[in-house]
Structure formats: C-alpha cells, structure tokens
C-alpha cells in the first residue's frame, strides 16, 4: 500500500480544511488508516483512526468534536474533515495504514503502523 496525504494550506483560526489521503494497491480496504501529525521538534502524534470497513473511528481527545475522519474504500481514499481549528492544529499530517490487515480496535501508536504517506503541512494563524 502506497499512501498520499493532500489537502494541507494556511487557513485562520475557526477554518476549516479536509485532508485526503490516496492509496494505491487493492488491498487498501482491509486495512484500518490512521492520522498523525508532527510540529517541527515535537513527536509525532495521533490524531484518528478508521477501521478497514469504515464502521469504527477513533480520536485524540485534543480534536474530539472538531476533526471527523472518514474513507470511500470505491476511492481508495480517506478524508480527515478538521473544523474549528486553532493554531495548535497546525502541524505536518501524516497518514498511515495499520500494520495488520483486518485488525479492529483502537491503535495509536506509530510502531502499530507500516505504511506512511508523504505528509501535508497544516498552518492555522491566530
């Protein structure tokens, strides 16, 4: 699985922006996809999940009620919508596929992760 990560720009705080993330390779639907992302001297975190089928999602609790992450397997393609966000969102997101196929549950860790896309610079001035 080959992943790309799009939709990054500038935008004021209490904008919104989705992020897209393209896959390649047909076994894309039998992995759950997940978002991090990274501010220059800071680990990289987690932001959500999505399970392989779509039915289950997961959050951090710093965008909980602000970010929704969703996937059209027919696409390949998951979309990370962010709403209301403020100038900590603004970070380098990633996204990645789980390293198992199948796998259902919440997995937030990087090593539980095997495939990262290239990722898209997020700016949210105040």
């Known amino acids: 699985v080959q992943l790309q990560a799009s939709g990054g720009g500038l935008v004021q705080a209490g904008g919104s922006l989705r992020l897209s993330c393209a896959a390649s390779?047909?076994?894309?639907?039998?992995?759950?996809i997940g978002w991090f992302r990274q501010d220059p001297g800071k680990e990289r975190e987690f932001v959500s999940r999505i399970g392989w089928s779509g039915t289950s999602t997961y959050y951090a609790d710093s965008v909980k009620g602000r970010f929704t992450i969703s996937r059209d397997n027919a696409r390949n393609t998951v979309y990370l919508e962010m709403n209301s966000l403020k100038p900590e969102d603004t970070a380098v997101y990633f996204c990645?596929?789980?390293?198992?196929?199948?796998?259902?549950?919440?997995?937030?860790?990087?090593?539980?992760?095997?495939?990262w896309g290239q990722g898209t610079l997020v700016t949210v001035s105040s």
């Open positions: 390779g047909r076994t894309f639907r039998t992995y759950a």
């Open positions: 990645a596929s789980d390293r198992l196929a199948f796998r259902s549950g919440n997995y937030s860790r990087l090593d539980d992760y095997f495939y």
